[in-house]
């Protein structure tokens, strides 16, 4: 006969509990960038554009960001410039998740530590 007993010890329930709590925060923040958007105001290659020639140029919106080391710009079309803002501001909240899970993490091991002390 052969009984296989699993024991969850305290420590690693807490450390599951973390999981999810990270997990379920990041789930609800669905799309993310990271970068910054910006409207900028160019001149366009047609001569004598009224437009252009009045001053107001051409407006489009522009994500910025780095890939690694390297800095990047993309053009993002009017109508896509709403959600991508909302990705953006998602992506920061990511980020303070981050720090957060990562304050519990340290707090969780050294409170388990000194526990086994």
Same mark, same amino acid.
């Given at each position: 006969? #052969?009984?296989?007993? !699993?024991? *969850?010890?305290?420590?690693?329930?807490?450390?599951?509990?973390? /999981? $999810?709590? =990270?997990?379920?925060?990041?789930?609800?923040?669905?799309?993310?960038?990271?970068?910054?958007?910006?409207?900028?105001?160019?001149?366009?290659?047609?001569?004598?554009?009224?437009? #252009?020639?009045?001053? !107001?140029? *051409?407006?489009?919106?522009?994500?910025?960001?780095?890939?690694? /080391? $390297?800095? =990047?710009?993309?053009?993002?079309?009017?109508?896509?410039?709403?959600?991508?803002?909302?990705?953006?501001?998602?992506?920061?909240?990511?980020?303070?998740?981050?720090?957060?899970?990562?304050?519990?993490?340290?707090?969780?091991?050294?409170?388990?530590?000194?526990?086994?002390?």
């Amino acid at each position: 006969m #052969c009984y296989i007993a !699993h024991v *969850h010890r305290p420590k690693q329930k807490l450390l599951d509990e973390l /999981k $999810r709590w =990270f997990f379920d925060g990041a789930e609800e923040l669905w799309p993310i960038a990271l970068g910054s958007l910006s409207l900028r105001k160019s001149p366009c290659i047609r001569k004598q554009c009224s437009a #252009c020639a009045s001053g !107001h140029g *051409h407006l489009s919106y522009a994500l910025s960001g780095y890939q690694g /080391k $390297r800095r =990047f710009s993309i053009y993002v079309p009017d109508e896509l410039a709403p959600e991508v803002e909302k990705a953006i501001e998602n992506g920061r909240q990511l980020q303070e998740l981050m720090k957060e899970a990562g304050l519990r993490y340290i707090k969780e091991r050294k409170r388990a530590r000194q526990e086994k002390r």
